[in-house]
T-cell receptor
Framework: NAGVTQTPKFRILKIGQSMTLQCTQD?????MYWYRQDPGMGLKLIYYSVGAGITDKGEVPNGYNVSRSTTEDFPLRLELAAPSQTSVYFC????????????????FGPGTRLTVT | GQNIDQPTEMTATEGAIVQINCTYQTSGFNGLFWYQQHAGEAPTFLSYNVLDGLEEKGRFSSFLSRSKGYSYLLLKELQMKDSASYLC????????????FGKGTKLSVKP
């Protein structure tokens, strides 16, 4: 199992450019997530998906879009990149989020380090 | 509102014991997680508590008191490789049970 994979690892964008961050998981997880992590700050949820065809906004969705056409893939689209989107982006997946004795912890990809100048 | 507090930085000595505290105020509670994150890497799962008490996993233990909105992560027999950030996260009962993360505690282990 490769787990959660993300591409690219690094990217530099000019202001106003667009790009797609790719995320794939091979654990057959229904739930997938996109976070951003800024220096000294916690992980902030951008978007999440509870299954193919279903997506919803997290805490900081502005400037981003997602789609979930398959269980495995959950790409994140940046339209009109802005310097405020300079961050490290993590994709994660989990079986489900219902609690109780099962942790159903999230598994994270290696991250994409994005700089917008 | 949703708030998770943990110390920004801590320093400890190799071989010692360190306790990292986390307090939370959230609208719902459905479990608390600790993740380890080495510099430049992804977070990795360490522990999960949903009931009050202590969960032990080798050198790492995690404690939860739901009535006090408090948890701690205890690291014993510290090793240099334990130098990392430790993230406390609460799973909300609503919003599909998404995780709310604290800002993390950067632990430096010195010889």
């Amino acid at each position: 199992n490769a787990g959660v994979t993300q591409t690219p690892k690094f990217r530099i964008l000019k202001i106003g450019q667009s790009m797609t961050l790719q995320c794939t998981q091979d654990m057959n997880h229904n739930y997938m997530y996109w976070y951003r992590q800024d220096p000294g700050m916690g992980l902030k949820l951008i978007y999440y998906s509870v299954g193919a065809g279903i997506t919803d906004k997290g805490e900081v969705p502005n400037g981003y879009n997602v789609s979930r056409s398959t269980t495995e893939d959950f790409p994140l689209r940046l339209e009109l990149a802005a310097p405020s989107q300079t961050s490290v982006y993590f994709c994660a997946s989990s079986r489900k989020t219902s609690g109780g004795t099962y942790s159903n912890e999230q598994y994270f990809g290696p991250g994409t380090r994005l700089t917008v100048t | 509102g949703q708030n998770i507090d943990q110390p920004t930085e801590m320093t400890a000595t190799e071989g010692a014991i360190v306790q990292i505290n986390c307090t939370y105020q959230t609208s719902g509670f459905n479990g608390l997680f600790w993740y380890q994150q080495h510099a430049g890497e992804a977070p990795t799962f360490l522990s999960y508590n949903v009931l009050d008490g202590l969960e032990e996993k080798g050198r790492f233990s995690s404690f939860l008191s739901r009535s006090k909105g408090y948890s701690y992560l205890l690291l014993k027999e510290l090793q240099m490789k334990d130098s990392a950030s430790y993230l406390c996260a609460v799973r909300d009962r609503g919003s599909q049970g998404n995780l709310i993360f604290g800002k993390g505690t950067k632990l430096s282990v010195k010889p």
